[in-house]
C-alpha cells in the first residue's frame, strides 16, 4: 500500500479564501486536506489517502490506479458541437491535414506551451550570457515563430552590418548548454 500512496500525483496550492495550503490528489478527487503548511498539507492529503484505501478495501473494493500507471492507448471519444466539428474540418482542410491530425497538433500545442515559453526563456537568458561573455549580439526579450519554432530575436552583430534577420536565423557555431 506504501508503494501506491507514494505513486499517487498530490498537488499542494495555497487559498487565499481559506488562508491555508490545501491538499489534493488526483486519483480521488473527492478527498482534500489542510494545514498552516504546504509540508502539513501534503503530509495530512498522504494520510486522508492511507485511510481511504484502507476503507476501499474493507469494503472489498479496489483502490484506483496511480495515473503513473494507467496505459492510455491514445483512442479518446470527443463530443463536439456540430458547428465546432464543421469549423476544425474546415480548418483541417485548409491546413492539409486530416481532422484528427489537426486536432492532436491543438492539443499538443496546447499541453506543450508553457514547455516552450520555458525552453525559450532558458535559451534566450543563455544567449544573453554568451552575448555578455563575447560582446557581440544583442537579444531582446521576446521571440520569434517561423516554421512552428520559437527562436530568440536577436540584435545585430556589432560591426557586422548583418541585418537582425540575418543573425536571427543564423546556424548556430557551437552549442550553449542550458
Same mark, same amino acid.
Request: with cysteine; proline share 4%; aromatic share 8%.
Given at each position: 500500500?506504501? &508503494?501506491?500512496?507514494?505513486?499517487?500525483?498530490? $498537488? *499542494?496550492?495555497?487559498?487565499? !479564501? &481559506?488562508?491555508?495550503?490545501?491538499?489534493?490528489?488526483?486519483?480521488?478527487?473527492?478527498?482534500?486536506?489542510? &494545514? &498552516?503548511?504546504?509540508?502539513?498539507?501534503?503530509?495530512?492529503?498522504?494520510?486522508?489517502?492511507?485511510?481511504? *484505501?484502507?476503507?476501499?478495501? +474493507?469494503?472489498?473494493?479496489?483502490?484506483?490506479?496511480?495515473?503513473?500507471? =494507467?496505459? /492510455?492507448?491514445?483512442? *479518446?471519444?470527443?463530443?463536439?458541437?456540430? +458547428?465546432? $466539428? =464543421?469549423? @476544425?474540418? %474546415? =480548418? @483541417?482542410?485548409? !491546413?492539409?491535414?486530416?481532422?484528427?491530425? /489537426?486536432?492532436?497538433?491543438? *492539443?499538443?500545442?496546447?499541453?506543450?506551451?508553457?514547455?516552450? +515559453?520555458?525552453?525559450?526563456?532558458?535559451?534566450?537568458? @543563455?544567449?544573453?550570457?554568451? @552575448?555578455?561573455?563575447?560582446?557581440?549580439?544583442?537579444?531582446?526579450?521576446?521571440? $520569434?515563430?517561423?516554421?512552428?519554432?520559437?527562436?530568440?530575436?536577436?540584435?545585430?552583430?556589432?560591426?557586422?552590418? =548583418?541585418?537582425?534577420? !540575418?543573425?536571427? /536565423?543564423? %546556424?548556430? %557555431?557551437?552549442?550553449?548548454?542550458?
Amino acid at each position: 500500500m506504501k &508503494d501506491m500512496v507514494e505513486k499517487y500525483e498530490y $498537488h *499542494i496550492f495555497y487559498s487565499d !479564501e &481559506d488562508d491555508a495550503y490545501i491538499g489534493t490528489v488526483a486519483e480521488f478527487p473527492y478527498l482534500s486536506s489542510f &494545514d &498552516d503548511t504546504p509540508e502539513g498539507a501534503y503530509k495530512n492529503i498522504k494520510d486522508i489517502v492511507k485511510e481511504g *484505501i484502507e476503507i476501499l478495501k +474493507e469494503e472489498g473494493k479496489e483502490p484506483p490506479v496511480p495515473l503513473i500507471d =494507467r496505459e /492510455f492507448k491514445g483512442n *479518446i471519444s470527443l463530443r463536439l458541437s456540430p +458547428e465546432t $466539428h =464543421r469549423m @476544425a474540418a %474546415q =480548418r @483541417a482542410r485548409e !491546413e492539409g491535414c486530416s481532422l484528427n491530425q /489537426f486536432l492532436t497538433s491543438l *492539443i499538443e500545442r496546447n499541453l506543450y506551451s508553457n514547455l516552450v +515559453e520555458k525552453a525559450t526563456s532558458q535559451l534566450v537568458s @543563455a544567449v544573453s550570457k554568451a @552575448a555578455v561573455v563575447c560582446n557581440s549580439v544583442t537579444v531582446s526579450s521576446f521571440v $520569434h515563430k517561423q516554421n512552428n519554432l520559437y527562436w530568440p530575436v536577436v540584435g545585430s552583430d556589432v560591426g557586422s552590418g =548583418r541585418s537582425l534577420n !540575418e543573425v536571427a /536565423f543564423m %546556424q548556430p %557555431q557551437g552549442t550553449v548548454e542550458l
